[in-house]
Protein backbone atom coordinates (compact mmCIF):
# COMPACT_ATOMS: atom_id res chain seq x y z
CA UNK A 1 0.00 0.00 0.00
CA UNK A 2 1.21 3.36 -0.87
CA UNK A 3 1.15 4.60 2.95
CA UNK A 4 3.69 1.18 3.50
CA UNK A 5 6.04 2.49 1.06
CA UNK A 6 5.78 5.72 2.27
CA UNK A 7 6.70 4.96 5.89
CA UNK A 8 9.80 2.79 4.06
CA UNK A 9 10.96 5.84 2.34
CA UNK A 10 10.66 7.80 5.59
CA UNK A 11 12.73 5.15 7.05
CA UNK A 12 16.02 5.60 4.33
CA UNK A 13 16.06 8.88 5.48
CA UNK A 14 18.46 10.42 7.75
CA UNK A 15 18.02 12.13 11.23
CA UNK A 16 18.09 15.24 10.05
CA UNK A 17 15.77 14.68 6.67
CA UNK A 18 13.32 13.18 8.87
CA UNK A 19 12.94 15.97 11.01
CA UNK A 20 13.02 18.83 8.26
CA UNK A 21 9.80 16.84 7.18
CA UNK A 22 8.02 16.82 10.75
CA UNK A 23 9.16 20.19 10.84
CA UNK A 24 7.58 20.96 7.67
CA UNK A 25 4.48 19.07 8.56
CA UNK A 26 3.37 21.48 11.39
CA UNK A 27 4.48 24.96 9.79
CA UNK A 28 1.78 23.85 6.49
CA UNK A 29 -0.92 22.77 9.13
CA UNK A 30 -0.37 25.86 11.14
CA UNK A 31 -0.01 28.25 7.80
CA UNK A 32 -3.18 26.28 6.41
CA UNK A 33 -5.08 27.25 9.65
CA UNK A 34 -4.01 30.57 9.73
CA UNK A 35 -5.05 31.23 6.27
CA UNK A 36 -8.44 29.57 6.92
CA UNK A 37 -9.04 31.88 9.66
CA UNK A 38 -7.20 35.10 9.32
CA UNK A 39 -7.01 37.83 6.91
CA UNK A 40 -4.19 37.86 4.47
CA UNK A 41 -3.25 41.15 5.89
CA UNK A 42 -2.55 40.48 9.14
CA UNK A 43 -0.27 37.19 7.87
CA UNK A 44 1.41 39.43 5.31
CA UNK A 45 3.30 41.51 8.23
CA UNK A 46 5.52 38.23 9.60
CA UNK A 47 6.49 37.36 5.68
CA UNK A 48 8.83 40.68 5.48
CA UNK A 49 8.42 44.05 4.50
CA UNK A 50 6.37 44.60 1.58
CA UNK A 51 8.23 44.97 -1.80
CA UNK A 52 11.33 44.03 -0.87
CA UNK A 53 14.18 41.26 -2.31
CA UNK A 54 16.42 39.17 -0.59
CA UNK A 55 20.10 38.86 -1.80
CA UNK A 56 20.45 36.99 -5.39
CA UNK A 57 24.46 35.48 -4.67
CA UNK A 58 24.33 33.37 -0.92
CA UNK A 59 26.78 31.46 0.55
CA UNK A 60 26.92 27.93 -0.47
CA UNK A 61 25.96 26.20 2.97
CA UNK A 62 23.10 28.65 2.93
CA UNK A 63 21.66 27.66 -0.26
CA UNK A 64 22.35 23.74 0.35
CA UNK A 65 19.90 24.80 3.76
CA UNK A 66 17.44 26.85 1.84
CA UNK A 67 17.57 23.82 -0.70
CA UNK A 68 16.62 21.33 1.78
CA UNK A 69 14.00 23.00 3.40
CA UNK A 70 12.33 23.59 0.08
CA UNK A 71 12.46 20.00 -0.56
CA UNK A 72 10.69 19.06 2.83
CA UNK A 73 7.84 21.39 2.23
CA UNK A 74 6.98 20.10 -1.39
CA UNK A 75 7.26 16.60 -0.39
CA UNK A 76 4.93 16.84 2.54
CA UNK A 77 2.79 19.25 0.74
CA UNK A 78 2.09 16.39 -1.70
CA UNK A 79 0.85 14.13 0.98
CA UNK A 80 -1.25 16.08 3.53
CA UNK A 81 -5.41 15.22 3.72
CA UNK A 82 -5.72 18.36 2.89
CA UNK A 83 -4.50 20.73 -0.59
CA UNK A 84 -1.44 22.57 0.47
CA UNK A 85 -1.65 25.38 -2.08
CA UNK A 86 1.11 27.71 -3.28
CA UNK A 87 1.09 30.38 -0.77
CA UNK A 88 0.92 27.93 2.11
CA UNK A 89 3.95 25.98 1.02
CA UNK A 90 5.76 29.50 0.25
CA UNK A 91 4.98 30.82 3.97
CA UNK A 92 5.92 27.27 5.24
CA UNK A 93 9.28 27.17 3.67
CA UNK A 94 9.84 31.23 4.84
CA UNK A 95 9.05 30.27 8.28
CA UNK A 96 11.19 27.48 8.87
CA UNK A 97 14.07 29.56 6.67
CA UNK A 98 13.47 32.55 9.25
CA UNK A 99 14.21 29.66 12.40
CA UNK A 100 17.72 29.21 10.56
CA UNK A 101 18.45 32.94 10.21
CA UNK A 102 18.45 32.42 6.22
CA UNK A 103 16.92 35.26 4.12
CA UNK A 104 14.40 34.57 1.11
CA UNK A 105 11.87 36.08 -0.82
CA UNK A 106 8.03 35.23 -1.29
CA UNK A 107 6.45 36.24 -4.49
CA UNK A 108 2.87 36.75 -4.97
CA UNK A 109 2.02 36.81 -8.54
CA UNK A 110 -0.85 36.99 -11.22
CA UNK A 111 -1.59 35.76 -15.08
CA UNK A 112 -4.58 34.98 -17.13
CA UNK A 113 -4.60 31.39 -18.65
CA UNK A 114 -5.91 30.52 -22.20
CA UNK A 115 -9.54 31.27 -21.25
CA UNK A 116 -8.45 34.81 -19.65
CA UNK A 117 -9.25 33.81 -16.53
CA UNK A 118 -7.15 35.13 -13.56
CA UNK A 119 -4.56 32.68 -12.10
CA UNK A 120 -2.81 33.36 -8.88
CA UNK A 121 1.14 32.07 -7.68
CA UNK A 122 2.96 32.39 -4.68
CA UNK A 123 6.08 31.24 -4.96
CA UNK A 124 9.57 31.35 -2.91
CA UNK A 125 13.04 32.37 -3.63
CA UNK A 126 16.23 31.72 -1.89
CA UNK A 127 19.41 33.08 -3.54
CA UNK A 128 19.31 32.36 -7.23
CA UNK A 129 17.26 29.15 -6.05
CA UNK A 130 13.41 28.84 -6.48
CA UNK A 131 12.32 26.78 -3.35
CA UNK A 132 8.28 26.20 -3.77
CA UNK A 133 6.03 27.61 -6.70
CA UNK A 134 8.94 27.23 -9.20
CA UNK A 135 6.71 25.31 -11.94
CA UNK A 136 5.15 28.09 -14.40
CA UNK A 137 6.19 30.88 -12.04
CA UNK A 138 7.75 32.84 -15.28
CA UNK A 139 4.40 33.75 -16.87
CA UNK A 140 3.35 35.24 -13.29
CA UNK A 141 3.47 39.18 -13.22
CA UNK A 142 5.04 39.94 -9.39
CA UNK A 143 2.20 42.14 -7.94
CA UNK A 144 3.90 42.02 -4.78
CA UNK A 145 7.64 40.72 -2.91
CA UNK A 146 8.05 39.69 1.26
CA UNK A 147 11.28 39.76 2.38
CA UNK A 148 13.67 40.11 5.39
CA UNK A 149 14.86 43.78 4.18
CA UNK A 150 17.83 44.53 6.28
CA UNK A 151 20.02 46.65 4.21
CA UNK A 152 18.04 46.02 1.12
CA UNK A 153 16.58 48.38 -1.38
CA UNK A 154 13.17 49.67 -1.54
CA UNK A 155 11.85 47.98 -4.84
CA UNK A 156 8.91 50.44 -5.21
CA UNK A 157 10.14 53.62 -7.61
CA UNK A 158 10.83 56.84 -4.91
CA UNK A 159 8.39 58.81 -7.14
CA UNK A 160 5.31 58.13 -9.07
CA UNK A 161 2.32 56.48 -7.53
CA UNK A 162 0.30 52.94 -7.83
CA UNK A 163 -3.46 54.01 -8.21
CA UNK A 164 -4.40 50.33 -8.81
CA UNK A 165 -2.61 49.04 -5.87
CA UNK A 166 -5.37 49.77 -3.59
CA UNK A 167 -7.97 48.05 -5.79
CA UNK A 168 -6.32 45.12 -6.93
CA UNK A 169 -4.21 43.89 -4.16
CA UNK A 170 -7.46 43.37 -1.39
CA UNK A 171 -8.84 40.97 -4.86
CA UNK A 172 -5.39 39.65 -5.29
CA UNK A 173 -4.16 38.62 -1.76
CA UNK A 174 -7.84 37.47 -1.39
CA UNK A 175 -7.49 34.42 -4.77
CA UNK A 176 -4.72 33.29 -2.98
CA UNK A 177 -6.23 32.33 -0.02
CA UNK A 178 -6.79 28.45 -0.04
CA UNK A 179 -10.81 29.07 -0.44
CA UNK A 180 -11.23 32.45 -2.10
CA UNK A 181 -14.60 34.21 -1.46
CA UNK A 182 -17.52 32.95 -4.02
CA UNK A 183 -17.85 36.90 -4.59
CA UNK A 184 -13.95 37.43 -4.77
CA UNK A 185 -13.86 34.67 -8.12
CA UNK A 186 -16.94 36.65 -9.97
CA UNK A 187 -15.62 40.00 -9.87
CA UNK A 188 -11.73 38.95 -10.44
CA UNK A 189 -13.86 36.99 -13.66
CA UNK A 190 -15.36 40.45 -14.34
CA UNK A 191 -12.39 42.44 -14.82
CA UNK A 192 -12.45 44.40 -17.80
CA UNK A 193 -9.32 44.96 -19.95
CA UNK A 194 -8.51 48.28 -18.61
CA UNK A 195 -8.55 47.43 -14.99
CA UNK A 196 -6.43 43.96 -16.39
CA UNK A 197 -3.67 46.55 -18.12
CA UNK A 198 -3.71 48.56 -14.68
CA UNK A 199 -3.00 44.86 -12.83
CA UNK A 200 -0.54 44.32 -15.32
CA UNK A 201 1.26 48.27 -15.08
CA UNK A 202 1.06 47.83 -11.42
CA UNK A 203 3.27 44.73 -11.69
CA UNK A 204 5.83 45.44 -14.13
CA UNK A 205 5.99 48.97 -11.69
CA UNK A 206 6.81 46.72 -8.77
CA UNK A 207 9.18 43.66 -11.23
CA UNK A 208 12.73 44.08 -10.40
CA UNK A 209 14.55 43.77 -13.59
Request: charged share 20%; proline share 6%.
Amino acid sequence: MWWQKTIEKFRQLSWTERWLLVEAALWLTVVRLILHLVPFRRLAPHLGDVNQESPMAVAPQVSQTAVQVGWAVRAVARRTPWESACLAQASSAKFMLRRRHVQSTLYLGLARDDSQALQAHAWLRCGSEILTGKRGHQRYSVISTFAEAEELPNLVPETGEIPAAVDVEPLFLSLLRPSPEPEVKLELSQLDEPAWQKLVDLAYSQRVQ
